[in-house]
């Protein structure tokens, strides 16, 4: 039973150009969060989706950044114009129908450098 | 608002002496608890987690957590550390009729031979 599988592992990008980073949840999952993780400041959430929905978009930039669940096909992540700051390490995680009390399985992320 | 405090950034710890990783958190709800552990380059792993019932929890690798309510703390332990438990670890927190997790900053364990 795969995990949850993000690609690409490491993606580099010029100022101004767009990233997409692709997340394939577990089988079985349908819900999706996205997340951001710079040093020394942890894990921040920001969007979480189920296919065809945004939930919980609540922690995504305004501006630039966008996310989708479509009904087929993985989830993606998309930054536009992307700034110096956007560098970080992007992690998808899933979770089952269930929710709740499950615990989400994270995929090894999308290291972004911006140069 | 929920959220959740890791307040040691690094721990030390010899092999074979026990660990405390420390954790509180604040939700409105009934709180959803959480440890991860995340090794280099790699994604978060799941732990273990405390939703109802007995406050010591069991988890893998041989880790454990207690859930102390009325301090609102959710501590990860170990009885004797390993080399290879040297990594980051973050607590996390849900509150219960919510779906998304808020986590700590993390805490880097270090065990040395």
């Known amino acids: 039973n795969a995990g949850v599988m993000q690609n690409p592992r490491h993606l580099v990008r010029r100022r101004g150009q767009e990233a997409r980073l692709r997340c394939s949840p577990m089988k079985g999952h349908s819900h999706v969060y996205w997340y951001r993780q710079l040093p020394e400041e942890g894990l921040k959430f920001m969007v979480y989706?189920?296919?065809?929905?945004?939930?919980?978009e609540s922690g995504m930039p305004k501006e630039r950044f966008s996310a989708e669940f479509p009904k087929e096909g993985p989830s993606i992540l998309r930054i536009q114009q992307v700034v110096r700051g956007d560098s970080a390490a992007y992690f998808c995680?899933?979770?089952?129908?269930?929710?709740?009390?499950?615990?989400?399985?994270f995929g090894d992320g999308t290291r972004l450098s911006i140069l | 608002a929920q959220s959740v405090a890791q307040p040691e950034d690094q721990v030390n710890v010899a092999e074979g002496n026990p660990l405390t990783v420390k954790c509180t958190y604040s939700v409105s709800g009934n709180p959803y608890l959480f440890w991860y552990v995340q090794y280099p380059n790699r994604g978060l792993q799941f732990l273990l987690k405390?939703?109802?019932?007995?406050?010591l929890v069991k988890g893998s690798y041989g880790f454990e957590a207690e859930f102390n309510k009325s301090q609102t703390s959710f501590h990860l332990k170990k009885p004797s550390a390993l080399v290879s438990d040297s990594a980051l670890y973050f607590c996390a927190v849900r509150d219960g009729g919510y779906s998304t997790l808020t986590f700590g900053k993390g805490t880097m364990l270090l065990v040395s031979p």
């Open positions: 989706l189920q296919k065809e929905n945004i939930i919980d």
């Open positions: 995680a899933s979770s089952p129908e269930l929710g709740g009390d499950q615990p989400q399985h």
């Open positions: 405390y939703i109802t019932g007995d406050n």
